[in-house]
């Protein structure tokens, strides 16, 4: 009778085993994709580890133009969450019914500065030295898709300098390629983020701000894309984005809070 017993108690358990060990690893094949601006890629990498940490289901990032990405998901791209660098694009894709109701949110700020190769010698010290004759390059996100390209349009025209310059801007297809620009020295400067300075590394150096009243408030948007087939796990990853544990990490890439 003991022994009976004892092999059904065993059996029980064996079972129990075998399922954990099935939800464990069904938990860890699990998976969320993150369409985001490339502004974001160091503070949403740190985010999605400890999205994982936490929650054992891995969040990947697709990274690009908030602008590129915006299409894609209109396309009909597959994605569980859009985070933009620009309200335009969270607009559209909500006009257009194309994320869940109810489930967008503004998560922080950032700033737009005008930078150089660390060795320039240009000596560029505002947005108006921009239109000496020794500047011949000028690397800026493309308006049409990078919310950064769009910011980088309304400073120069709320300061004259969009039609003087036409003859010298090079395009970006992101943020992070005007970086480049820069660090290679590609380019005499360049506009970006000034969350992304620290990622060259030194390379190149903020030579001016543009002030906040010379262009639309920088307000990073995000929300759950409809149509997930996780929208639970996908609402998990914009609350960590929004509590302190996300915010601080927002802090620490240079992001500044909402007001």
Do not use: C
């Not at 690893?25 to 993150?34: G, S, Y």
Request: hydrophobic letters at 45%; charged letters at 20%.
């Amino acid at each position: 009778m003991f022994i009976k017993r004892f092999r059904s108690v065993l059996l029980v358990a064996a079972a129990i085993f075998i399922l954990g060990v099935s939800a464990i690893a069904a938990q860890k094949d699990r998976e969320i994709l993150i369409s985001t601006a490339i502004s974001l890629k160091d503070a949403f990498e740190e985010i999605s580890a400890l999205y994982q940490k936490r929650t054992g289901i891995r969040a990947r990032l697709n990274l690009g133009s908030s602008g590129m990405l915006q299409k894609q998901i209109e396309a009909g791209a597959p994605a569980d969450v859009y985070a933009s660098a620009g309200m335009k694009q969270m607009d559209a894709l909500e006009a257009g019914g194309f994320i869940v109701p109810g489930t967008r949110y503004s998560f922080a700020r950032n700033r737009i500065v005008l930078v150089v190769p660390s060795l320039s010698s240009l000596g560029l010290h505002s947005f108006s030295d921009l239109a000496g004759s020794g500047i011949s390059r000028l690397a800026i996100g493309n308006p049409k898709t990078v919310p950064a390209g769009q910011y980088a349009r309304q400073t120069l025209i709320s300061m004259a300098l969009w039609d003087r310059l036409q003859s010298r801007l090079i395009p970006a297809e992101n943020v992070r390629q005007v970086l480049d620009y820069v660090v290679r020295e590609e380019v005499d400067a360049g506009i970006v983020y000034a969350s992304d300075v620290p990622v060259s590394h030194g390379k190149a150096v903020i030579a001016a701000r543009a002030p906040e009243d010379s262009h639309d408030p920088i307000l990073y948007p995000i929300a759950v894309v409809k149509g997930t087939e996780s929208p639970a796990e996908a609402g998990k990853f914009i609350d960590l984005v929004l509590d302190d544990s996300g915010q601080a990490i927002m802090k620490k890439y240079g992001f500044l809070p909402l007001r």
